[in-house]
């Protein structure tokens, strides 16, 4: 690049490539968890695993400068762009204008009533590598009726192992369940901390989550589930019984409580990390 190319380009024409690079990084904001994603094979990988085509509907949260959105415009039917910062949701839109096939919505995502800015909500299809200090609320907030056809995420490695952590494993608790009790998660590889920039402090990972159709359960079931999970792994450390008859969320009489252990087959002394999700979806339904 020549030195007046480069004054273009950065202002300052003695400035090296570690300079800009720094410089870039030093903008992005931490509070929004900014760490963009720089290595062009994984965005690309990213993007393949969700595997859309020209007849879907995408919405992308969190597309920052573009590390995925460049690898989905022109290739998905239509594409809608939550993004909070509005320096870089400004940026998108200059880069995207005159596109009617893509949409940029400045906002919060855990804000936005997402089936209003979606034409078809329970056929849309997400992807984001989205902010770490938000990973938890995003996948409940996607996992809301209508659901999504399927998420491709890219998260924080230890949430990644908390979704898919196993029974009876120190990882295993009520984010595992809330998520496996109404969709299926596949881990799909890993990305190191080099592949972004600014370089976080934590390893990543790509999930797909892909909700299970027909729905398993009705809103009233999920919400016992979710009240005997929340309860449960409040109280991790102790015993069944004492959980449902004594935890002030649930407060179930000791009578009934041995009643449907005995007809569930489920030790009073069990602790929460050993239940299943099905048998915590029994469970919920038998007792409430
Ligand atoms: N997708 C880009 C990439 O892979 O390089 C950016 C990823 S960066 C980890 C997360 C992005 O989410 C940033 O662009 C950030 O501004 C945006 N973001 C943070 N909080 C958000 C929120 N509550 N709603 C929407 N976007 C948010």
């Not at 003695?14 to 720094?22: D, H, I, L, M």
């Not at 959105?69 to 998108?92: C, K, N």
């Not at 200059?94 to 940029?104: K, L, M, S």
């Amino acid at each position: 690049m020549s030195p007046g190319r480069r004054w273009l380009t950065i202002g300052r024409p003695w400035s090296s490539a570690a300079e800009v690079r720094g410089a870039q990084a030093a903008r992005a904001k931490k509070s929004l968890g900014q760490n963009f994603l720089v290595d062009a094979n994984l965005q690309r990988k990213i993007v393949e695993a969700l595997g859309a085509s020209p007849d879907d509907e995408v919405l992308e949260i969190g597309p920052g400068r573009g590390a995925l959105t460049r690898h989905l415009v022109g290739r998905v039917g239509r594409l809608t762009l939550v993004e909070i910062d509005d320096a870089l949701a400004a940026a998108l839109r200059e880069r995207f204008d005159g596109r009617p096939d893509v949409r940029i919505v400045q906002a919060d995502v855990l804000d936005v009533d997402l089936p209003s800015i979606l034409t078809k909500p329970e056929n849309t299809r997400v992807i984001g590598n989205i902010p770490y200090n938000i990973t938890t609320p995003i996948i409940f907030k996607l996992l809301e009726r209508p659901r999504p056809l399927d998420i491709v995420l890219m998260v924080q490695a230890e949430v990644a192992d908390r979704i898919t952590a196993s029974v009876g494993t120190k990882s295993y608790g009520a984010l595992s369940v809330g998520v496996r009790s109404v969709a299926r998660v596949e881990r799909l590889f890993k990305v190191g901390r080099g592949a972004f920039r600014p370089v976080p402090r934590v390893e990543s990972a790509v999930l797909r989550i892909t909700p299970i159709r027909p729905e398993p359960l009705d809103p009233t079931e999920e919400e016992r589930v979710r009240r005997v999970v929340r309860a449960s792994f409040e109280w991790r450390r102790k015993q069944l019984r004492k959980i449902l008859r004594d935890h002030p969320a649930l407060n179930i009489k000791a009578d009934r409580v041995n009643e449907v252990l005995n007809q569930q087959g489920l030790s009073g002394q069990a602790r929460p990390e050993t239940l299943e999700p099905e048998r915590f979806v029994a469970l919920a339904n038998a007792l409430l």
